[in-house]
């Protein structure tokens, strides 16, 4: 009887030891690896994106002083703009041009100035907090001024220098609104029906929306 119990229990431990080897053969899966979210260089994570070509409309209002003259024309204005951005991390740079149509004018005495249409090619540059950005333009103006005086007119184009600043908000990936103020300065011309030399000098605020492709 002591016989045998002495060789169920060798048999027992004989067994378990083998299930132990056994055990120790199977596959265990390997932990996952940790990946990091992809991410642009420079550009924090979750950053709204201000990189890459827009279009627009903008709708405001100009008023200004004509020189040599006491004309202060004032209107409507509206137009569309178009631009490219580039972006490093928080900084912003771009080129923009706009071209807009307007209802500036004004009559003192017999003259009456008017500024129909204007456009401006500019650099931008500025600094964003994510999807808000405040920036700086300055740039090339042109544009048309207008006399008229009993029943005579003449227009000359000319070309001056524009600086301003403004604010632009993203709301989603694709669209922006922006608020905007410019100074323009068109040189003066040579008129003939007013014999001076007459230019323009407005202030522009107006306010706009983006589509960013």
């Known amino acids: 009887m002591r016989s045998f119990v002495v060789g169920a229990a060798a048999l027992t431990a004989a067994g378990l030891s083998g299930a132990s080897v056994r055990a120790g053969d199977l596959p265990y899966p390997s932990p996952p690896v ?3 979210p992809a991410y642009t260089v420079n550009q924090p994570l979750n950053a709204f994106s201000w990189a890459g070509p827009y279009l627009g409309g903008n709708l405001g209002y100009e008023w200004g002083t004509v020189s040599n003259n006491r004309t202060k024309p004032s ?3 509206a137009g569309v703009q178009g ?3 580039w972006q490093n991390g928080c900084w912003v740079f771009g080129i923009e041009g706009d071209l807009q149509v307007t209802g500036a004018d ?3 005495a017999p003259w009456k100035f008017s500024n129909p249409w204007f456009g401006t090619v500019r650099g931008r ?3 964003t907090f994510n999807n808000v950005l405040f920036y ?5 103006a042109f544009g048309e001024l207008r006399a008229e005086t009993f029943g005579l007119s003449e227009s000359q184009t000319t070309a001056g220098w524009t600086i301003g600043f403004g604010t632009e908000v993203g709301f989603d990936s694709r669209w ?5 103020y410019l100074f323009i300065d068109l040189s003066e011309n040579q008129f003939n029906i007013t014999g001076m030399s ?3 000098r407005s202030n522009v605020v107006r306010v706009g929306v983006n589509y960013h492709f």
Do not use: M, W
């Not at 922006?176 to 905007?180: L, P, V």
């Open 34 to 36: 940790y990946a990091p």
């Open 75 to 77: 209107g409507f204005e």
């Open 83 to 85: 631009g490219f951005n």
């Open 106 to 108: 004004d009559t003192f």
């Open 125 to 127: 540059g500025g600094y």
């Open 136 to 140: 700086g333009t300055a740039g090339l």
């Open 176 to 180: 922006s609104a922006k608020i905007e």
């Open 198 to 200: 007459n230019g323009f």
